[in-house]
């Protein structure tokens, strides 16, 4: 690699990590003797869905500060619906649906304000860690509250998507399928 904008290629980390991820869910389950094959398909899910997110949200990052006339600063965008366009508003929604559907489906008892808490704080999370990478490894991304906010709505279109078939009855036990409680357990979640 040579010249100011050395890229550090994502897929040799992403998927390292995401195959780790993989590992460590499946684990989980197995320990708490709930591994069964749609279970352990919603582990892989999200590992894959963890690592395109790490890949899209972070990367690129260069090794080399940018050359130039002009001082690197760090991209932040705090006005709501200020130059961000239709189409990254509609790319977000989508990007966060799945999140929507998978986190209902590692609570024990979910409910909209606690998918949408976990929504809101992974989101939040990418919008901070972007900024991060910025400074300390000149990521090619900047924080933008438009794309916090349309996550956020993503997330939540993606609950209620959820809720369609859980509310159906004969599509309610399918779904229990993958859910990574019994419905003897506790009122706690799997997440905390």
């Given amino acids: 690699m040579t010249g100011p904008f050395d890229r550090v290629p994502a897929l040799p980390v992403v998927i390292p990590i995401g195959l780790l991820l993989f590992a460590v869910l499946l684990w989980r389950l197995h320990t ?3 591994l069964s094959v749609p279970r352990a398909s919603v ?10 997110i790490l890949a899209n949200t972070l990367f690129p990052v260069y090794l080399g500060m940018p050359r130039g006339d002009e001082p690197w600063t760090p991209g932040v965008a705090l006005v709501p619906f200020h130059d961000y366009e239709f189409a990254d508003a509609l790319t977000n929604v989508l990007v966060f649906l799945p999140l929507g559907i ?6 024990a008892y979910p409910s909209w304000w606690k998918v949408l808490a976990w ?28 794309d916090f906010i349309f996550n956020t709505v993503g997330g939540a279109v993606g609950y209620a998507v959820f809720m369609i078939p859980s509310r159906v009855p ?20 799997v997440l905390h």
């Avoid at 582990?43 to 395109?52: Q, S």
């Avoid at 004969?170 to 979640?189: C, I, K, N």
């Fill in 119 to 146: 929504v809101v704080a992974v989101s939040l999370t990418i919008e901070l860690s972007q900024l991060a990478a910025q400074k300390l490894v000149a990521g090619g991304h900047i924080a933008d509250v438009n």
């Fill in 32 to 34: 708490r003797q709930l």
């Fill in 170 to 189: 004969g599509l309610d036990a399918f779904v229990e399928r993958f859910r990574w409680t019994q419905p003897t357990s506790a009122p706690e979640d």
């Fill in 102 to 107: 998978l986190i209902p489906l590692l609570l």
């Fill in 43 to 52: 582990a892989g899910a999200l590992a894959a869905y963890a690592g395109g």
